[in-house]
């Protein structure tokens, strides 16, 4: 990366920050209300919160960033899909965790990322109702403001963060092969951020996501040295078909 292009997107950051700080703030207001939910289409949930914070993030990247395309998880169940053939986009869960929304745990996430040429180059992840924000781009990752690393993974004694909603057989069975020493829970994106920040060594996600749920929390691991891959250890990359992901396990440096 240029040193301008750094500079660039360490102010994007920046923007992106305040933009995530709104949408938390629109998300907070209904969270402490009687709130609806419904199920979309694929049954999943959604509530006012969803589309409140996902109203101000389309608002606020149209001021700064009116040419990039946005494919935003409420839009594209609306069946409003743009051509990312470009390679430059950017990715919006809302609010990714609806689950933990739902039962008012706290570890719901708004996550923006901005991707070019299928990598995660920017990001940001926001959970408003613990307080935390994480922020990578290029080698450069903060959390809650201060710079974090990736821990080197140790071959033996991981701490694994897992799913509070998704745990499953297929998860278990994986682990064994592993000598774990710690199985963290933690919901949403906050996983991956966990991982940035030196507090975990691996997540494995045998299940099914889509690409704006982990964009956000790939774009701070990523800046804070770690990876993502898919199970056999591929290059894992955004703009498929239908943004469906393949299986994945996040690591710590490696």
């Not at 994986?174 to 710690?182: I, R």
Request: negative net charge.
């Amino acid at each position: 990366m240029t040193h301008h292009a750094a500079q660039t997107h360490a102010a994007l950051c920046t923007e992106l920050q305040a933009i995530a700080r709104d949408a938390g703030d629109a998300i907070l207001a209904i969270y402490n209300t009687d709130f609806e939910v419904r199920r979309k289409d694929d049954s999943s949930p959604v509530t006012e919160a969803d589309e409140a914070a996902e109203a101000v993030i389309l608002r606020g990247l149209a001021r700064i960033a009116p040419d990039i395309p946005v494919v935003a998880e409420e839009s594209v169940a609306a069946g409003h899909v743009p051509d990312v053939s470009g390679g430059r986009f950017w990715l919006v869960d809302p609010l990714d965790g609806t689950k933990e929304f739902i039962n008012r745990n706290g570890e719901f996430t708004v996550n923006i990322a901005l991707i070019e040429d299928g990598h995660p180059v920017i990001g940001v992840v926001y959970a408003p109702a613990i307080g935390r924000m994480f922020c990578g781009w290029g080698d450069s990752a903060t959390g809650d403001g201060a710079p974090i690393k990736a821990h080197p993974v140790p071959d033996k004694g991981l701490t694994v963060v897992a799913s509070r909603s998704h745990r499953d057989y297929k998860t278990e069975e994986f682990l064994k092969d592993f000598d774990v020493k710690e199985l963290k829970a933690a919901g949403s994106s906050l996983k991956l951020c966990l991982i940035a920040a030196g507090e975990a060594d691996m997540y494995p996600r045998l299940g099914r996501t889509m690409e704006w749920d982990i964009a956000a929390g790939h774009a701070v691991l990523r800046a804070a040295g770690g990876t993502v891959t898919t199970v056999d250890g591929a290059a894992f990359l955004y703009g498929k078909p239908g943004f469906e992901n393949p299986f994945f396990i996040a690591w710590g440096r490696r």
